[in-house]
């Protein structure tokens, strides 16, 4: 399951372009979950899309439950992918109250397995609260001429593991790629959270 923006591109996109997985081979075990800040409440899947607005707790986990019965309940589990989780607090009225359940998330929901994706650039010291929580933490930068990203290991939960920062091995014009995916979307959703 993937909690995301509008479009399922950003996540088919990325994982094409760093994996070669096409999440279309999988559709009988993938659910997505589509932020819709234009709705009260969530749709009606149409196909293993649902459009929800994540921006209110109690349709955060009306839409996760939701997903819940559309998936196959097989080992290893579900995880649930969350990207951009950071978005969700720049709405006046539920940005703090977004962030409780995903720390209640984070802290008291052992059912499943959770990757959160967030950016420290905004609101970092929400996001540090969530980081706390974490039983895996890893932190990314990039530099921009040419374009590379980094990534180094902070914490693992009972686990031994290299905390050097290393380079992920994706071609700069595809990071690029994806770098505007996402601030294209970026730039559609902050102002409509905003107003709500």
Request: hydrophobic share 40%.
């Amino acid at each position: 399951m993937a909690l995301q923006y509008p479009s399922t591109d950003f996540v088919h996109e990325s994982l094409k372009i760093i994996t070669g997985l096409d999440l279309d081979e999988y559709r009988q075990r993938v659910v997505f979950l589509s932020l819709d800040a234009a709705l009260d409440g969530m749709t009606e899947p149409e196909g293993n899309i649902i459009r929800a607005n994540l921006i209110k707790p109690d349709v955060w986990d009306a839409a996760v439950e939701r997903t819940w019965d559309m998936l196959p309940h097989d080992d290893p589990g579900i995880l649930v992918f969350g990207s951009a989780l950071n978005l969700l607090l720049f709405s006046p009225t539920y940005g703090e109250a977004i962030l409780r359940k995903m720390e209640t998330t984070l802290r008291d929901d052992k059912s499943r397995s959770y990757i959160f994706s967030v950016s420290t650039t905004a609101k970092k010291k929400e996001i540090g609260r969530l980081e706390a929580l974490a039983d895996n933490l890893i932190m990314t930068r990039s530099e921009q001429q040419p374009f590379r990203l980094y990534m180094r290991i902070v914490r693992m939960k009972n686990v031994p593991f290299l905390g050097e920062e290393i380079q992920v091995p994706i071609a700069p014009g595809s990071l690029a790629q994806l770098k505007e995916i996402s601030e294209h979307s970026r730039k559609r959703v902050i102002p409509q959270i905003s107003r709500i």
